[in-house]
Antibody, heavy 121, light 107 residues
Framework: QVQLVQSGAEVKNPGSSVKVSCKAS????????INWVRQAPGQGPEWLGS????????IYAQNFQGRITITADKSTTTAYMELHNLSFEDTALYFC??????????????WGQGTLVTVSS | DIQMTQSPSSLSASFGDRVTITCRAS??????LAWYQQKPGKAPKLLVR???ILESGVPSRFNGFGSETDFTLTIRDLQPDDFATYYC?????????FGPGTKVDLK
């Protein structure tokens, strides 16, 4: 059984960056994509990007290109998502989620508990 | 980019009812579609993948159907645990997009 445990809530100033971690336990960390999804209050989920730890090359949603960095540490089975130049509109619940099949684009079968990121001055 | 729409945005139903949620893609996506159930403050839960394949452990009262651009999620014999928000998700070789959601609440 796969478990994804995320880091705690963050409060950030506009223009700063936030880094959220996602610690995976269970099987096959290296070969399934870890995805990042966010959900603003009252909105549907929005996919930010993903990484397959074995290949170490992230892919990013077009809307976040240049403002997001996704990495993975195979030694600690932990994935990270860093979002830069935060604005108030980035206030959301951020989830990591495992891809259900091998490959970069998939449905998501296991999810972290979510990390609330609040951007406030 | 492929856009996903859902209808209705919300519906009210009673225990034991049958409800159907519709998801439409802006262009053909084959059967690359998943459905999720989400409760407030929690992560989405995968119900259906490949448009019609029920995830292990999901009750058989849930049914996914459709292909190309038009998809449905039907819940028959609505149970107390089914009152939630439901999202469709498209996944393909170059994009992942969620629908805006359908909230199912108690009439």
């Amino acid at each position: 059984q796969v478990q994804l445990v995320q880091s705690g809530a963050e409060v950030k100033n506009p223009g700063s960056s936030v880094k959220v971690s996602c610690k995976a336990s269970g099987d096959s960390f290296n070969t399934y994509a870890i995805n990042w999804v966010r959900q603003a209050p009252g909105q549907g989920p929005e996919w930010l990007g993903s990484i397959i730890p074995l290949f170490e090359t992230p892919i990013y949603a077009q809307n976040f290109q240049g403002r997001i960095t996704i990495t993975a540490d195979k030694s600690t089975t932990t994935a990270y998502m860093e979002l830069h130049n935060l604005s108030f509109e980035d206030t959301a619940l951020y989830f990591c989620a495992r891809g259900g099949v091998r490959g970069s684009y998939s449905y998501f079968d296991f999810w972290g508990q979510g990390t609330l990121v609040t951007v406030s001055s | 980019d492929i856009q996903m729409t859902q209808s209705p945005s919300s519906l009210s139903a009673s225990f034991g009812d049958r409800v159907t949620i519709t998801c439409r893609a802006s262009q053909s996506i084959g059967t690359w579609l998943a459905w999720y159930q989400q409760k407030p403050g929690k992560a989405p839960k995968l119900l259906v993948r490949m448009a019609s394949i029920l995830e292990s452990g999901v009750p058989s009262r849930f049914n996914g159907f459709g292909s190309e651009t038009d998809f449905t999620l039907t819940i028959r014999d609505l149970q107390p645990d089914d009152f939630a928000t439901y999202y469709c998700q498209h996944y393909s070789d170059d994009s992942i997009t969620f629908g805006p959601g359908t909230k199912v609440d108690l009439k």
